[in-house]
């Protein structure tokens, strides 16, 4: 009796323990790796169109170039905008002004648009630049040469090569030591500066605005400023206006910054294409009753000029030439070249499952 209780104990005991190791035995666990690939990607807006102004030309981009007619007193001025997130900036010299020796300065800077390196860009805009050299109204220096000294208190223009653009006065600091300029345009006083007309341009003294034809204060007149954010913006007329109308419709632009650039009927020439020009062609936006078509400076003219261009389509490039070295002595020539940044790398995430 004694030994079938025992039996029965074991019996029990041994049920027991496979029970607890079933419940207690340690949970068996796995770790998978799955590995996703994402790639970063940047939005970044296009120019719009604003309105009041008409759109001249387009890109990938948005809007390259724009232009609008702004009334002063009843005179009608053409303003034509380059936007600096779309555009870049050239000047050349002229086949008799500035005056250079022959060969003195590169194709890329020379009397006619260069189509061998603007003309990949693609061209948008062209327009006059300022006076003669012997009217000792300011500098200029292209390409590393210096076809007229420049003049401190003067407005200038500089371009870097990457065809970004800065207006300001001539001073010790202008324009700046992370600004590399290729090319400087200098012509007499500021107009506009701070967004205010200045003392000089209201004052409207002949003198200080250029020698007008048979000594009438009322020319034809252009200008060149900058407005706050950047953009470039050209104006002119063919009615005679004084220096203080010129200086308003520049503030009527929306100019922060301006400078007058060549009078009287024949000199003030613009135009801009209704898409980039990769080849000489026609400027469809024009300085209305101007004596001249701006076709001119597809081949060749004889003063000097601004060249405006379209950036790539794709954000992550832009146009730029070599820049100017400090140990360079003479030319230097700039021919365009498109200029990519690497694109994000793909990133590699891991997740473990229990």
Known sequence: MRAARL???AVV???LAGVLYH???PATTTTT???TTTTTTTTIAPETAQAG???ASRSARGVVVDDKMIDVGGVYFRAIRLRARTALLRWHVGSQDPPTRTGEVPVDAGPAI???SEGRAGVVAVFNGGFKVAAHAGGAMVDGVTVSP??????TIAIDAAGHWKMGLWEPGFPGKDFHAIAYRQ?????IADAKITAAAETNLVSLWGSPLKNSPLQPRSALGVDAHGNLLYLATMTGVSAPQLAEALLAAGAVEGMELDINPYWPIAGASSAPLHAPGGYLVQIPRSWHDPAIYNTGWVRDFFVGLAEPGNWHCHWASAGLRAASTGAVAQPLHEVCAAQSAPTTTSTAAG
């Open 33 to 35: 790796t799955t590995t």
């Open 187 to 191: 012509n007499l006083g500021p107009m």
């Open 114 to 116: 260069d189509w061998a």
């Open 23 to 25: 419940v207690l035995r």
């Open 150 to 155: 420049m003049l401190r208190g003067d407005m």
């Open 13 to 15: 005991g041994l049920l």
């Open 7 to 9: 039996l029965v104990v």
């Open 53 to 55: 102004w008409q759109v």
